[in-house]
């Protein structure tokens, strides 16, 4: 099973800065089926990023995704009030489709 | 557009099995590629994969648990059926279902959850 192992667990930041939050995953991808997923409280998980690096329609471009191997990173250039949520990465290489165990982007 | 949404009790005993129905629109389990999983989070916890069809019945499920678990297609009634016997208090969780392709492997669209709660 491919473990998928997110870093940091919360990050605290404030409005109009950058985050970078991290997913190595424990076998290095041949086929780069990396996805990213925002969820707020009670919603359900929304796609940001797929194949590590594209942006799902309707995705604010202040969102990326970057990576290969066995290290992928999701980058907010410039913080909305509204992108404070929980962030989690998933492979789609092998199953069982594994998720992270997310971050918490939480306001500083 | 494409809609999902999951059904099923809000409230099982322990030892009794869960049925959990994906009612689905705007798209078909019929077109080549195209597939449903199901997805499942804990109170507080993270998100948890657990088991996935395609259009050609082609089932995938999480190793640790297969044995408890059946996924099940109904194209005509563009259903998706999952089943997990011998239901646990940890197996409490938020129950997703999502839409998924072959040739995109990510889940695009997402049901909005149904709660399960394992309590005697």
Redesign the interface.
């Given at each position: 099973?491919v473990v998928l192992t997110q870093s940091p667990g919360t990050l605290s930041l404030s409005p109009g800065e950058r985050a970078t939050l991290s997913c190595r995953v424990s076998h290095i991808s041949t086929?780069w089926?990396l996805?990213w997923?925002q969820?707020k409280p009670g919603?359900?998980?929304?796609?940001l990023i797929?194949?590590a690096s594209t942006r799902?329609p309707g995705i604010p471009d202040r969102f990326s995704g970057s990576g290969s191997g066995t290290d992928f990173t999701l980058t907010i250039s410039r913080l909305e009030p509204e992108d404070f949520a929980v962030y989690?990465c998933?492979q789609?290489d092998s199953?069982?489709?594994?998720?992270?165990?997310?971050t918490r982007l939480e306001i500083k | 557009q494409i809609t999902l949404t999951e059904s099923g009790p809000t409230l099982v005993k322990p030892t009794q099995t869960l049925t959990l129905t994906c009612a689905f629109s705007g798209f078909s389990l019929s077109t080549p590629g195209v597939g449903v999983g199901w997805i499942r989070q804990p109170p507080g916890k993270a998100l948890e994969w657990l088991a996935l069809v395609y259009w050609n019945d082609d089932k995938r499920y999480r190793p640790s648990l297969k044995s408890r678990l059946t996924i099940t297609k109904d194209s005509s009634k563009n259903q998706v059926v999952l089943t997990m016997s011998n239901m646990d208090p940890v197996d409490t969780a938020t129950y997703y279902c999502a839409q998924t392709k072959i040739a995109a492997p990510r889940f695009d669209s997402w049901g909005p959850g149904t709660l399960v709660i394992v309590s005697s």
């Open positions: 099973e086929t089926y996805a997923y969820q919603q359900a998980p929304r796609l797929y194949d799902a989690y998933q789609f199953s069982p489709y594994t998720f992270g165990q997310g | -």
